[in-house]
């Protein structure tokens, strides 16, 4: 295989060929072929090949066959070739993600986002978004939305895309019917797409259940009973009942045992902290709803006593993606601290961002590198854990990381479509872009446009 860059040309002539520059026909490998099948996304075409003496690498395409082959521009991109006689051009990356009808912010909250991944490689790619609608699947072509050079948003119709990166924000959406069909589509016209859909914190605890990085997740249950939690507060003191499906804090209770106070249950109610002592575990169980069922969907796990600052506890998120080689790097590292009684450390209930180094300095002093280095060792044997037993393609996934007072690391949660929260803090400018650029060199590995060192 062989892969450069080259500029794509329009040109008029009559005798509807494709001509191509010395300098690429060498690059790609292409001497002596009279023909040439060019590719863009699920799109093809075979024409006449021409030499055009000229410097550099240059790729001149008749407007007609611009237009069969839905390329939505000219310029610069990259260029593959497998054989002597083909050209791809591309790829054509897809952002599969739900819109809006606003013209300016068509992805709402998160058109920043979907305008960042676009910007990343936009010199040497076709990048476009698109929702499950956008597709037809007869003609094999997509309305997708692409950004244009002054900054707005155009619809173009292009090919199907070489790499899909799924960016549907809602949980309703990713689980409205027909969705697994749409997704499952791509894979069997060998287009891949990655990240397939939200985790549910049990999935992440099944997921893992067996392998070797299952020690760092703590104990946990699906739908407790009462006994069940009676069971893990005598043996762990203290535990967290989170909705399997949950975001954001929404709907956690954080219970304690103390054998001679009884049982405390702390919340978020409204937008206040609250704390309630019951003396007796029924009186507990009556609260929570065990009886009636509403702690249905929920998951009960054994708590973390988390480092502190100030008497708030602290966690991570730990941004993870794959690489243009196929491995997991840790992209980022945020540190949260709780707010002021909060049982989550979630921005909107107080939290504050701050960087890993602050905080492992200030709690571990030299040693703070020795534990951030084995944090990540651990994150990534996380990652390849899950992956391993997950029969989708993941690329990116956001790890809610505690760091207990033995120095021992523990995961509550993976997210598989990780928000971006921790990016808004100044120091984490150089590693929002290199988030960002992993998932890029990562489609170009998907898309078959990176070399691969074959196992
Ligand atoms: N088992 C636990 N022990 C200690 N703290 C926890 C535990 N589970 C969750 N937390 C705290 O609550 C936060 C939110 O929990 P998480 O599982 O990430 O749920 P959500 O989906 O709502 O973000 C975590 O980031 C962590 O600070
Ligand atoms: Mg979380």
């Known amino acids: 295989m062989s892969l450069t860059t080259c500029t794509i040309h329009t040109v008029q002539r009559a005798d509807r060929s494709v001509y191509v520059s010395n300098d690429l026909v060498k690059a790609l490998r292409l001497t002596g072929s009279k023909t040439i099948t060019l590719k863009a996304g699920s799109k093809s075409i075979t024409a006449p090949l021409r030499l055009i003496r000229k410097a550099g690498q240059h790729l001149y395409i008749p407007l ?21 006689k083909e050209i791809r051009l591309g790829p054509m990356i897809g952002i599969l993600t739900n819109m809006t009808d606003s013209p300016t912010s068509p992805f709402g909250p998160k058109t920043g986002f979907i305008r960042q991944v676009m910007q990343t490689g936009a010199d040497k790619s076709f990048h476009f978004a698109f929702s499950p609608r956008d597709v037809n699947w007869q003609q094999e072509t997509v309305r997708g939305v692409f950004l244009s050079p002054g900054g707005g948003w155009v619809r173009k119709t292009v090919p199907l895309p070489d790499v899909v990166y799924n960016r549907l924000s809602s949980r309703i959406a990713e689980r409205s019917s027909g969705m697994e069909g749409f997704k499952e589509r791509f894979g069997r016209k060998g287009i891949p797409l990655f990240n397939w859909s939200f985790f549910d914190k049990w999935d992440v605890y099944n997921l893992l259940e067996g392998d070797d990085a299952f020690k760092f997740v703590p104990e946990s249950r699906i739908n407790p009973s009462a006994d069940q939690i009676r069971e893990m507060l005598d043996k762990h003191k203290f535990i967290y009942l989170k909705p399997t499906a949950g975001s954001l804090g929404i709907g956690i209770f954080r219970i304690t045992y103390n054998a001679n106070r009884g049982y405390f249950a702390r919340y978020r109610k409204g937008n206040k902290n609250v704390l309630i002592r019951y003396a007796k575990f029924a009186s507990l169980m009556n609260m929570l709803g065990t009886g009636r069922g509403r702690l249905q969907n929920y998951v009960a796990q054994q ?53 890993s180094e602050q905080v492992l300095r200030q709690i571990y002093g030299a040693r703070a590198e020795q534990i951030l280095q084995n944090a990540k060792e651990t994150a990534i044997k996380l990652a390849e854990g899950i992956e391993n037993n997950y029969h ?55 898309s078959r446009f990176r070399k691969r060192r074959e196992a």
Not at 307 to 324: A, L, V
Not at 403 to 417: L, R
Request: aromatic fraction near 8%.
């Open 64 to 84: 007609s066959m611009i237009g069969k082959l839905h390329l939505p521009r000219i310029g610069s991109t990259l260029a593959t070739s497998s054989s002597a």
């Open 303 to 355: 708590g973390i006593r988390l480092i502190e600052i100030d008497s708030c506890p602290i966690d991570f998120r730990f941004h993870m993606t794959k690489n243009g080689a196929n491995q997991w790097v840790v992209a980022a590292i945020g540190a949260k601290k709780a707010g002021k009684g909060s049982v989550t450390t979630h921005l909107r209930t107080g939290g504050q961002l701050m960087t």
């Open 392 to 446: 989708h393609l993941l690329g990116e996934l956001g790890f809610d990381i505690g760091i207990d007072q033995n120095e021992k690391i523990w995961m509550f949660e993976a997210n598989a479509k990780p928000g971006r929260s921790i990016f808004k803090h100044p120091s984490l400018k150089d590693q929002d872009k290199a988030s960002l650029a992993y998932v890029y060199e990562h489609c170009l590995y998907l």
